[in-house]
C-alpha cells in the first residue's frame, strides 16, 4: 500500500557543514534533530537559519506503493585531517 507521512531525514556528518543551495528533494533544518521528535516539528524554510547551522536535510510526504524519493545534497568538510562518516 502506500507510505503516508513519511519523514526522511539525512543528518549533516560531523565535522562538515552543509553547502547551501545544494539540496534537491528535500529542504534544510536547522534546529537541534531532537526537535523532531520533540513536539513535531515542521522543516524550517530555507530562508530560517545559515548553512552552518543546518543540521540536517528532512522530507516529509506521501508515497504511493512501489515509489521512490530521493534527496541529495552537498557538504563541505571542516577538518583538515581524519574521516568524514556519513551514518
Known sequence: GNANNVLLVLPVPSN???VAGSASGGTP???PLSALF???????SPSSGSAANTSAIVWNGNLPAGAAHTVQ???KPTIVSGVITAT
Open 16 to 18: 562538515s557543514i552543509y
Open 29 to 31: 533544518f536547522f534546529m
Open 38 to 44: 520533540e513536539g513535531g516539528a515542521l522543516p524550517m
Open 73 to 75: 545534497y552537498t557538504v
